[in-house]
């Protein structure tokens, strides 16, 4: 009968993770007393010779299956040092300390140094590469930037070792869960692309990680919804348009920049709902808008948790949200809206069960967003809120008859909103509500409007000012989407305050760049393939702007895939290290290209122009230092099981 080996043997299944505080009873102190049991003081069990060890949980019954168990050698052979064998992914590492026999996977699951050449002291395992450190028996690391390591069961028989090549079970989705909030706290980059493509390995929805990242986010930020929340709520809806390996990388770009945005934040604790939850919402909803009205978070808060404890729907949920955002104009140059759209699209993505835990983290923003009425350009020389005023007060008939006729204003609307004369505006955009427009069309001609700026930015403008024209774009786009999921007459006012920053970017657009539809383009290769391979190569250039726009114009026009286009689009993002309104920029204009083109099949013209203002956006923003994308590249070879330790090859098989 053999023996089993003490690293093997303790356990038992299913042990809580505690130890056992009682003293032995069997020991006595020095002067022959057994010792008094003193709970405030504790009890150090290595003490006690007879102690109890500490249980993990983790271990469990060895019952190595004669037939799958592998022989290592003699105990005395391998004492104190390590073994390697066949087994498991990487090979599988067998020490002996202590007269114990451990298994481990030889890959440090850092960066996948193997971990036979480590040393053991103390029953801790330390990696020589970058020192991880782990605990031997369990694979447990005591480095949060590292990984634990996994395990193999062993038992010695007649002083020789056997190892089971089977590591021991865990529960994946749980593990890489758990990792992707610790890379979330701890903002490990690595941490969180190895959690995203291990999930993505075990089959687990996107949704899943979106909504860890979501929760974290929303919670660990006193400030509230921020960049972070947005860019990675807009990765998540691009996703569908991506290539498969690009999809882990949008997530992990958006978890990035969740974890970026809390790092060193404090908390935000949040309240509760009234405790009678029959208050009419009508009421709830003007509670809300007085409350941010007088920049009072907590009032906000409240009201908005009663709203949804109250059964509101997500629709009336919305609409809350959104007459609150438009109660001033152009707040926090758009970002206020933006946010709540955006929030509100993160819920559809993740359920909307989990609104309570997410939508208060918009009210700090909101309670403090800077109104632009306050500004001296929404007043003077030309007074923006005056001309705006009566058209508003008529918007509750005006919206009451919104779409009851047929509008085909839209080339003409939108080349009046990109004038220089904002009166003229205001009365275009009232009569083609006059007109039997619905709202959502004028939303969109607004959009596109806002696009167009962005392809005509001129290049020798302040490079900063790339973001003003962003700016009114997304506030665009978001009012576009917020206006099909909740219409009203409040949200309507939106329309005028997106038309007014409209007017105030125009001279972003003097002098305008022109179309590449009115340059030649002849130069440009034909095939499609090619034609992204150049977009992509010039995305390796410092502001190829209007290159990118040429190739962008020539593919379309072709009649090349719009689909293959948008997901190159997309790569070339991903592998940047993005700033916000890049991210912002790619998933508006997808958004209203594909709209646009669904809309008017017969008129690509249009969504063309969408798509060529994203690649002069992103042409203008690109490179960057790529450290995402090494990071990412990293965590896809050692998912790959690559050497990483013993050569930079590799690269090239890895998204470029
Ligand atoms: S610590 Fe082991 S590879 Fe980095």
């Known amino acids: 009968m053999g023996e089993v080996s003490q690293g093997a043997d303790l356990a038992r299944v299913d042990l809580p993770r505690t130890f056992d505080w009682r003293p032995c009873p069997g020991a006595a102190d020095e002067s022959g007393h057994l010792p008094r049991f003193q709970p405030h003081q504790g009890f150090h069990p290595q003490r006690c010779p007879n102690a109890p060890r500490m249980r993990t949980g983790k271990e469990r019954a060895v019952a190595i299956d004669v037939a799958n168990r592998l022989k290592v ?5 391998i004492a104190n040092g390590c073994r390697v064998v066949s087994g498991g992914r990487h090979g599988i590492a ?6 114990r026999a451990f298994a481990v996977d030889n890959r440090c699951p850092h ?5 036979a050449r480590g040393s053991v002291c103390d029953g801790i395992l330390t990696c020589h590469w970058h020192h991880a450190r782990f605990d031997l028996s369990s694979g447990g690391t005591f480095d949060p930037w590292a990984d634990d390591v996994r395990t193999y069961d062993t038992v010695v028989e007649d002083g020789v070792v056997y190892v089971d090549p089977r590591p021991r079970p865990i529960d994946v989705e749980r593990r890489w869960k758990a990792r992707l909030r610790d890379g979330l706290e701890q903002n490990l980059n690595l941490v969180t692309v190895k959690s995203v493509l291990a999930l993505q390995e075990a089959g ?5 990680s979106v909504a860890v990242g979501a929760h974290f986010g929303a919670e660990y930020r006193a400030a509230g919804w921020g960049p972070g929340l947005t860019i990675l709520t807009a990765m998540a809806n691009v996703l569908p348009a991506l290539e498969p390996t690009d999809q882990a990388l949008g997530l992990y770009h958006g978890l990035v920049h969740v974890a970026r945005n809390c790092d060193g934040a404090p908390p935000r604790f949040q309240l509760d709902p009234l405790p009678a939850a029959d208050v009419p919402l009508a009421q709830v909803k003007a509670w809300f808008r007085q409350f941010v009205e007088v920049r009072d978070p907590d009032g906000a808060e409240r009201a908005l948790l009663t709203a949804i404890d109250g059964g509101a729907s997500p629709a009336e949920v919305a609409d809350m949200l959104f007459s609150a955002a438009t109660d001033h ?3 926090d140059i758009g970002h206020t809206l933006d946010f709540a759209n955006k929030a509100c699209e993160l819920l559809d993505l993740i359920g ?3 609104a309570a835990a997410i939508l208060p983290s918009l009210v700090p923003g909101m309670a403090s967003a800077r109104r632009s009425e306050e500004l001296n350009n929404w007043r003077r020389p030309v007074d923006l809120v005056a001309l705006i005023a009566p058209a508003v007060a008529r918007l509750p008939q005006l919206v009451a008859r919104a779409g009851a006729g047929s509008w085909d204003g839209f080339d003409a609307l939108a080349g009046t909103l990109l004038g220089e004369d904002f009166a003229a505006s205001v009365r275009a955009l009232v009569e083609a509500l006059e007109a039997g427009a619905g709202l959502t069309d004028l939303t969109r001609t607004l959009s596109y409007a806002a696009a167009l700026r962005v392809a005509k930015f001129h290049t020798s403008n302040e490079f900063g000012d790339w973001i003003t024209v962003l700016h009114t774009f997304t506030y665009c786009n978001a009012l576009h989407q917020a206006m099909r999921r909740a219409p009203s007459a409040e949200l309507a006012r939106g329309i005028f305050h997106g038309a007014g920053a409209l007017y105030l970017d125009r001279f972003l657009n003097m002098p305008a760049a022109r179309l590449p539809e009115h340059r030649g383009a002849d130069a440009e290769p034909r095939d499609a ?4 391979a150049r977009l992509t190569d010039l995305l390796d250039r410092e502001q190829q702007v209007n290159e990118a726009a040429l190739v962008v114009h020539r593919y379309l026009s072709l009649g090349h895939d719009p689909a293959d286009l948008r997901a190159a689009l997309g790569h070339t993002l991903l592998r940047e290290d993005g700033e916000f309104h890049s991210y912002q920029m790619l998933e508006a204009g997808l958004a209203l290209e594909r709209e646009l083109r669904e809309l008017q099949p017969s008129r690509p013209d249009e969504a063309n122009r969408v798509l060529v203002a994203v690649a002069r956006y992103l042409a203008a923003h690109a490179p960057t230092s790529r450290a995402m994308l090494q990071t990412a590249r990293t965590a896809l070879r050692l998912q790959r099981g690559e050497a990483i330790y013993e050569d930079g090859e590799g690269e090239d098989e890895l998204p470029a």
């Open 94 to 99: 067998v020490f002996v300390d202590g007269g």
């Open 204 to 208: 687990v929805s996107p949704r899943e």
């Open 352 to 354: 909307w069960d989990r």
């Open 529 to 532: 393939d090619a034609l992204l």
């Open 329 to 331: 104009l152009f707040l």
């Open 73 to 77: 050698g003699r105990l005395e052979e």
């Open 111 to 115: 960066m996948g140094f193997p971990l």
